[in-house]
């Protein structure tokens, strides 16, 4: 049934991007060395499961391979968020930090690394709401360095920054990106079918059906595709159906969410947990909570910034504003 599972993980980068045509070539007429030359940065947003980061590693896996001299670089600011993680993440994505260690490196030799190089370096900051402001002030400073900023929630993480980042960055070119339409969703999931999967084994109604499901999520959409597929090799059955779908749908939705659990950093993880145990928990005793279990707690405005990114991982959910407010687990 699976002929290369390659194609069903979440990160695999397909070799043909479909309904992203349009966005792609923006990203990319930004992105060459011509234009590199001015210092462009750019922001990247839309839903979740629209294929933000697909774009972007997409476009710099091309521009990579027809242009010498560009380097780049991928940070999650769900798990790396600090100036010292993102920035070791940096040097060690473009090759330039293979014998720094994280721990007990000061940031400033990573910033120097980057400051030395003489290549282009292009800095995807993913889900950068969550990240601490620093590296973004460091990293435009940086000559040679580019960022590409994603994340869902436009407006409020433009809002919550800080004014001397704003008035940085606040010029740099926006691309939205809608959810996918029944349509084409159905057509990014055939393509992973060709590509991973024995095409005449799969029904067509199947894949309109998990497109049904997915609501306009690749992500989602393509958790269900390698379930169902996981589910008809274990089984020995001839043929993925509507009815393989039905049964391992509850199955995928608890994979996508034990993926954006992994994913946490270690503080967004303890509060996650803290709401978890409790089910339910007013702010006041949420935050006693995180301050004495935690070694070195973060402040209040940053831990405001990671319950946020828990509730637009719908790992949470909140009710209330002020002294009022509380948490609730959604998992």
Known sequence: MITDARALRPEFVPRDLYHREGQIDHLSSQLTPSTLDRGDHVFIFGPSGAGKTTVAKYTLGQLEAEHLGIRWAYVNGMSDNTDAAVMHKIVRDVGLGADLRREGTP????????????????????????MDERPLYVLYEIPGVSIICITTDEDEWLADLDERVYS?????????????SHAELVDILDARVNHG?????????????????AAGNARNGIALLRQAAAYVEDNEMRELTTEVVDAIADDAQREVTQRKIRALGTHQRLLFRIIRQAGEIDAGTLHAR????????KARPTR???LRSLKQYNLIDDDGNGRGKSYRSLV
């Open 107 to 130: 940031t400033s030799v990573a910033v120097d690394r980057l400051r030395e190089s003489d290549d282009r370096i292009i800095v995807i900051l993913d889900e950068v709401s969550v």
């Open 290 to 297: 995180y301050e004495d279990q935690s070694d070195s707690s």
């Open 304 to 306: 405001r910034r990671y």
């Open 197 to 213: 999967l024995v095409s005449s084994r799969v029904d067509d109604n199947a894949v309109a059906y998990i497109a049904d499901i």
């Open 168 to 180: 940085r960055l606040s010029a740099a070119p926006v691309i939205r990106l809608n959810k996918y």
